[in-house]
């Protein structure tokens, strides 16, 4: 792989589906609140893989996304065995930082929704340009 992997066919959007595991719930058997943000980076991860690269391949290049910014809204629980779909879509790409919108529903039942910053450092933690590469189809 050369050191500018070419991303250009990354969609703007994506989804990916996961059932909750026993391991997720809380006593009422309700997903536990912060399981949310791992469903999200899975699906960041799923909409780069989706454009045909994995985010391993994106360290090898130098470059690590790094959390910024993270909001959940809890509009209705998702429970023990639920089928639920991760909408990830790509928000903005700004000059160092990219937003992404996170869905989660169970059908058509919207039950959450998240958002995430995240900014681009180097191997030294320096704040760095998102690469024309990153940037999705328009």
């Known amino acids: 792989m050369s050191n ?9 959007t ?12 809380d006593q009422g058997g309700i997903l536990y609140h912060g399981n949310y943000f791992t469903y999200f980076e899975v699906g960041r991860t799923e909409l780069l893989r989706s454009g045909g690269y994995s985010y391993r391949e994106v360290e090898e290049t130098g470059l690590f996304g790094v959390v910024a910014k993270a909001e959940c809204s809890y ?13 990830t879509t ?9 937003e992404y ?33 990153m940037k999705p189809e328009e």
């Open 4 to 12: 500018t992997p070419d991303l250009s066919n990354i969609p703007r």
């Open 14 to 25: 994506h989804d990916f589906q996961i059932r909750v595991r026993y391991k997720e719930t």
């Open 75 to 87: 509009h209705r629980p998702a429970k023990y065995d639920d089928l639920l779909t991760i909408r």
């Open 90 to 98: 790509i928000k903005r790409v700004a000059r160092v930082k990219i």
């Open 101 to 133: 919108e996170h869905l989660v529903l169970r059908g058509d039942e919207h039950l959450a929704t998240g958002h995430i910053t995240l900014a681009f450092v180097d191997r030294t933690g320096m704040i760095q340009r998102v690469p024309d590469w």
